[in-house]
């Protein structure tokens, strides 16, 4: 998977080599664009930004600091929205767990914390019960908790997950979608640049981004 090649790459990145700027990215070269775009939910001006991740994704907890700060730098720009691939299929629990925390409103308190635990503490979060505990540890009400799990917004979400990402063609982690139609990876961005080093493969990437937020924004 896009996830683990790009791990590997990244785990092995040591020496700074020269780039050229993607400022002007090339379609097929440092992005691609959907043969079939998607709906977007961002109003008026504002250009829609999906990740898609996985929080056991390495490149995806090494992308989360940067694409914070884009996030912030970007401000009123853009709307963003967060998507878990499903990698274990339409009953993915930490998938299961991101819908939980989004619909209890406590992505923002826990989000980064299930990274930290996952790649930081190395903490085991691919089953169910092993998720359930660590929410209850780090302090979620167990009954409201498992409210929420089970709930049918929740569930309904969680079955839709494997036909939302087959629409965006998305196989890999992390993928970002930009107006419903321009697809960006980190390690996409890296091959087209030949680019060697990680913090260049990360700024190269939001100048890929932001280039395509600026293009999508002017056919508004």
């Known amino acids: 998977m896009r996830s683990l090649r790009f791990a590997l790459i990244a785990a092995t990145m040591v020496a700074s080599t020269a780039f050229a700027s993607p400022a002007d990215p090339k379609n097929g070269v440092d992005y691609q664009t959907l043969s079939a775009p998607q709906p977007v939910q961002a109003t008026g001006k504002k250009v829609e930004v999906i990740e898609f991740f996985a929080y056991h994704c390495p490149a995806c907890n090494m992308l989360e600091p940067a694409f914070n700060g884009w ?123 030949k680019i060697q080093d990680v913090g260049q493969m990360l700024q190269a990437t939001t100048q890929v981004m932001d280039a395509l937020v600026k293009k999508a924004a002017a056919t508004k």
């Open 71 to 193: 996030i912030k730098k970007q401000g009123d720009n853009i709307h963003v929205r967060r998507i878990h691939l499903p990698f274990q299929g339409p009953a993915d629990p930490e998938a299961h767990l991101f819908l939980t925390l989004e619909a209890m409103g406590k992505l923002d308190q826990y989000h980064h914390r299930v990274f930290q635990a996952v790649h930081v503490q190395r903490q085991r979060l691919m089953k169910d019960d092993q998720i359930i505990e660590w929410a209850v540890k780090n302090g979620l009400d167990r009954a409201k908790f498992m409210e929420t799990w089970n709930s049918f917004g929740v569930t309904t979400k969680l079955r839709r997950l494997n036909q939302i990402s087959g629409a965006y063609k998305v196989s890999g982690t992390p993928t970002i979608i930009i107006d419903g139609k321009y697809v960006v990876s980190p390690s996409q961005v890296a091959e087209a640049n």
